[in-house]
């Protein structure tokens, strides 16, 4: 544990792709909010290191229709729908959002 408690939680990859195990959330205001984060601990719940680790995105026929939602299958982080995906990689001129989970 201690050794993934101090691996990277997400990068930029040819400023292009953004890359993380989990997803968005309302809690990602910007990629600089990646890098003030503390990474050298267990991940506490409700919180963007959390959410970078276990956010997923919505199921297909909500995904337009949601920005987030609680992930009550997981029992934690948040859903991400289409829309405030968008405007994240608009905002920050990337290209896609790469995922690890699932």
């Not at 939602?69 to 994240?88: C, H, T």
Request: aromatic letters at 6%; hydrophobic letters at 40%; zero cysteines.
């Amino acid at each position: 544990m201690e050794t993934f408690d101090n691996l990277p939680i997400s990068g930029v990859i040819n400023g292009l792709y953004l890359a993380m195990h989990g997803g968005i959330s309302h809690r990602l205001t910007s990629l600089e909010a990646i890098n003030k984060i503390e990474r050298r601990m267990e991940p506490p719940d409700d919180t963007l290191l959390a959410d970078l680790l276990w956010a997923d995105p919505v199921k297909d026929k909500l995904a337009s229709k949601t920005n987030f939602v609680d992930n009550n299958e997981r029992g934690i982080s948040v859903y991400f729908g289409r829309q405030p995906l968008k405007a994240l990689l608009k905002k920050d001129g990337l290209r896609a959002l790469v995922r690890a989970h699932q």
